[in-house]
């Protein structure tokens, strides 16, 4: 079976300072990671994903996640935080043929 | 850049009536699926389709759920009897050959 941990239920930050979102997964055979925010009453939104290649991913609205295969981490950070930024953020696992896995889910607050 | 629509986007029904919510996935996807979020709370697999069969699906989706691809284009989630703790927002995804899974905007379900 599969699973995804996101081990804080809320992360707060001050704007302008780097943020860090956590995740750990397990999973039987090569994993693709993604992260996905979520705003108030709105769907999933993409951010990144891996697949292969570089550990370290780069997406939408500069985030950027690492993969990490000794740790089973896929870290999800930013240099420098946004109020904007302030979402739900979800991590997903999956191997290629097989359903997502999602975590709990982190509340994100970046303060002025 | 192809997207998958639902709709509606939001749908209020009484309990025990029946609802269908409704998907189009991206044209050339194969691979279909519908996950679940209770408000606040975590994304949840339901069911994921193939080759016009149910190929996985979760303790939730029991008897009451049930999914069709009628036409070739539309991908339904029909509930038969809702229940109030059927509340919640419905996502349909659809993947390709690349493995890329791509999310819906979310239906809002709302059974009173």
């Known amino acids: 079976a599969q699973s995804v941990a996101q081990p804080e239920d809320q992360v707060n930050v001050a704007e302008g300072n780097p943020l860090t979102v956590k995740c750990t997964y397990s999973v039987s055979g090569n994993p693709y990671l993604f992260w996905y925010v979520q705003y108030p009453n709105r769907g999933l939104q993409f951010l990144l994903k891996y697949i292969t290649g570089d550990n370290l991913v780069k997406g939408s609205y500069g985030f950027e996640a690492e993969f990490n295969k000794s740790q089973t981490s896929f870290h999800l950070k930013k240099p420098s935080a946004l109020v904007s930024d302030s979402a739900l953020y979800f991590c997903?696992?999956?191997?290629?043929?097989?359903?997502?896995?999602f975590g709990d889910g982190t509340t994100l607050t970046v303060k002025p | 850049e192809p997207e998958v629509t639902q709709t509606p986007s939001h749908q209020v029904t009484q309990m025990g009536q029946e609802v269908i919510l409704r998907c189009v996935p991206i044209s050339n996807h194969l691979y279909f699926y519908w996950y679940r979020q209770i408000l606040g709370q975590k994304v949840e697999f339901l069911v994921s389709?193939?080759?016009?069969?149910?190929?996985?699906k979760s303790e939730i989706f029991d008897d009451q759920f049930s999914v069709e691809r009628p036409d070739g284009s539309n991908f339904t989630l029909k509930i038969r009897s809702t229940k109030l703790e059927d509340s919640a927002m419905y996502f349909c995804?659809?993947?390709?050959?690349?493995?890329?899974?791509?999310f819906g905007p979310g239906t809002r379900l709302t059974v009173t």
């Open positions: 997903a696992v999956r191997v290629y043929a097989g359903k997502s896995t």
């Open positions: 389709f193939y080759n016009n069969e149910i190929s996985e």
């Open positions: 995804a659809s993947r390709g050959r690349t493995g890329e899974q791509y």
